[in-house]
């Protein structure tokens, strides 16, 4: 029997091209009219040609390209699925362009989300689908594996005092290159292959995305908010950034790819346009600040013999300029300086003469350096770039589309127990938390139903969908409405739904409302106000605003202090383990001055203001509250709570307050509660 012809597999790349009309935008590409040429290393070339509202791409170089991009598919690939940074890409020198204008225009043009969900239907598709069979071919020299690589080099890149008291087994978990254990203690590393001892944190991924975590190709957030990168204890995912000099796995990375067999080695990249590397920055911004007009008829190759830093070759001939890496061809001149000097004379800081007369910038050439101080204009090409990189970002915010999803959650059996712990964990020693003799028991603390909706706000936040920058949010605003108590052994269900996602000047607000519900009814609703910031602009200041206008002397004050524990207990009491409130160097990590308050502690510390002195110690009298966390609390701090009354009605008084820590700094604004009579 004759088996039919199996058809040959269509690659994720292939999948991609096809899939690209569908997510066109034409009311976005307006008269637009372009033929890029998609150049991959390892699947050859595709051609998409955009002209009169309509697009299309073919298979091979069809026609004259208007823009070429050189890359590889799995970078292409990853642009479309979220997994791959362009901008970093693009600066790692795997996404080489020739013409950004038409790239900027691709990025606005082109739906990427609906392009990706069709190629991952077309992935679906095709696991079932059987592959044709391997084609005879000469033996392939054995594939080098990155990722050993990366993971065996990881102790070197270790930094141990910045791993001071950390210790850790951790299990990354590829699907494709098995496991390996990175074990951290008494300030040493060590690195094995296979799962080693018990787990303190278990990370899943496959080992690309590992690798160009490392290679900085791969945005390890958006990695974590596709599902690309799962993590089960982010505080030692925020450490492991913290104790691991990743460019330097990288620079080793490159090096041992340079000193593959031949074939193999790529040639040497341009500098990137920005790195952390003032003269790598510099050198990559010399083709962009090269003015051709400047230099006509001047052909050269200047080697920058630079100590403190790399070598570098600038060549220069027929109204174009390239500078690399290293040093390359014979040398009409040659430069012999050192970096501060170098960085200083090409950043505009420093005048090349006086280098030139303190002999901190040698040459054998005159003629060539004074036609180089003429040929390149910095300053307007630090511009340009600043402008492009701008502009070409991707789009980034909440998906707006995602207003009106519901989640929800587990039925839930309240505890007496954990009332009486999250109450104990605010200071709030109010009888009707704690004594069981009361008439009716005890009930809840007015924001003890935040432990319920914490298990749900988290999945809202983290939702791939929804796409919040975890890095940049935070909690903004909260708001409490009591319709009734929660009592020990009530029945409880909380729902979530996303309510509105505004659009700020510095961010935007996303609001998820949440209900706890209680025999079909809500027991008690909440707003949850998430702020995600948006990236600071280049010179950009913080713009200095009063946290609160004037207003006349308080009608009530309440003050209390805020325990060294506090945040420890509220933690455990709360559900709220996020390492910002429990971890002294994650904290620092992410430019907090330590440790600090859970925002929803302080208001809890600020609603026993309002019952103690406005609804007379009885918190079923508390019907609303509100407030804007402001700014971050610390253990140890003093608080202070001023309430003025502002609305009497027959059955509410209503309160405006605002909560000041020992700084003199306003911690809750904004903050409104309606007390009932």
Not at 577 to 582: E, T
């Amino acid at each position: 029997v004759v088996a039919a012809p199996v058809a040959p597999q269509v690659s994720l790349l292939e999948s991609l091209m096809i899939s690209l009309p569908e997510g066109f935008r034409p009311a976005k590409a307006g008269a637009w009219k372009a033929n890029i040429h998609f150049v991959t290393s390892d699947e050859g070339t595709y051609s998409l040609s955009v002209e009169g509202g309509a697009c299309n791409a073919t298979k091979g170089a069809e026609g004259k390209p208007t823009c070429t991009v050189k890359t590889d598919s799995g970078t292409l690939v990853g642009m479309f699925d979220g997994t791959v940074d362009p901008q970093r890409a693009f600066m790692q020198g795997k996404l080489k362009i020739d013409k950004l204008g038409d790239m900027m225009k691709f990025q606005t043009a082109f739906d990427r989300k609906k392009v990706a969900a069709a190629v991952a239907a077309v992935a679906a598709s095709r696991a079932s689908t059987p592959a044709a069979g391997p084609s005879p071919a000469a033996p392939a020299a054995p594939e080098v594996d990155k990722l050993q690589q990366v993971m065996e080099l990881l102790p070197k890149a270790f930094v141990a005092e910045k791993a001071k008291n950390w210790k850790a087994n951790i299990h990354f978990v590829t699907a494709d290159k098995g496991t390996y254990s990175v074990m951290v203690e008494a300030g040493a590393c060590r690195v094995v292959k296979g799962a080693e001892g018990s787990p303190t944190s278990t990370v899943k991924t496959d080992s690309g995305t590992l690798v160009g975590m490392f290679d900085g190709t791969v945005d390890p957030q958006r990695a974590f908010m596709k599902g690309k990168l799962k993590v089960d204890k982010l505080g030692d995912m925020m450490k492991f950034q913290t104790a691991f000099d990743r460019k330097k796995v990288a620079a080793e990375v490159k090096q041992l790819e340079l000193a593959a067999p031949a074939g193999a080695a790529a040639s040497t990249p341009a500098p990137p346009v920005s790195s952390d590397d003032p003269i790598e920055n510099a050198f990559g911004l010399l083709p962009r600040a090269f003015v051709p007009e400047k230099a006509v008829g001047w052909s050269a190759t200047i080697h920058f013999h630079v100590t403190g830093s790399d070598d570098y070759t600038v060549s220069v001939g027929d109204g174009s300029c390239s500078a690399k890496k290293g040093l390359h061809g014979k040398a009409t001149s040659t430069v012999k300086t050192d970096a501060e000097t170098l960085g200083g004379i090409l950043g505009g800081t420093l005048e090349p003469q006086k280098a030139f007369m303190a002999r901190k910038f040698v040459v054998d050439n005159i003629g060539d350096i004074m036609k180089f101080s003429r040929a390149f204009d910095f300053a307007a090409a630090r511009k340009a770039a600043e402008e492009e990189r701008q502009s070409s970002e991707e789009p980034s915010g909440a998906n707006k589309a995602m207003i009106g999803r519901f989640y929800g959650g587990d039925v839930i059996l309240a505890s007496a127990g954990e009332m009486k712990a999250y109450a104990a964990a605010v200071d709030d020693k109010n009888p009707a938390f704690f004594d069981d003799s009361r008439e009716g028991g005890i009930m809840a603390h007015p924001l003890f139903a935040v432990r319920y909706f914490h298990d749900l706000l988290m999945p809202v936040a983290s939702d791939p969908e929804l796409g919040l920058d975890i890095l940049r949010l935070v909690h903004g605003e909260q708001e409490m409405i009591l319709h009734d108590t929660v009592r020990p052994k009530d029945i409880l269900y909380p729902t979530g739904e996303i309510l509105s996602i505004e659009d700020k000047s510095s961010g935007q607000l996303v609001t998820v409302g949440q209900s706890l519900m209680r025999e079909g009814r809500a027991v008690v609703e909440a707003k949850s106000g998430l702020f995600i910031r948006a990236p600071k602009k280049p010179g950009e200041k913080k713009k200095d605003k009063l946290s609160t206008e004037e207003r006349p002397e308080a009608d009530c004050v309440f003050r209390t202090e805020v325990a060294l524990d506090q945040a420890t207990r509220y933690a455990e009491a709360s559900g709220d383990n996020n390492p910002i409130h429990l971890d002294e160097a994650v904290a620092k990590a992410a430019g907090l001055p330590g440790i600090i308050l859970h925002g929803l502690c302080t208001m809890a510390m600020a609603t026993q203001a309002v019952i103690g002195t406005i609804a007379d110690g009885r918190p079923e009298k508390l019907k609303r509250i509100r407030v804007r966390f402001s700014k971050p609390v610390l253990p140890g701090q003093e608080l202070e709570t001023r309430i003025w009354k502002t609305e009497l009605t027959e059955s509410v008084q209503v309160v405006e307050f605002e909560t000041w820590n020992s700084d003199g700094q306003c911690v809750l604004t904004n903050g409104r509660a309606e007390v009932s009579l």
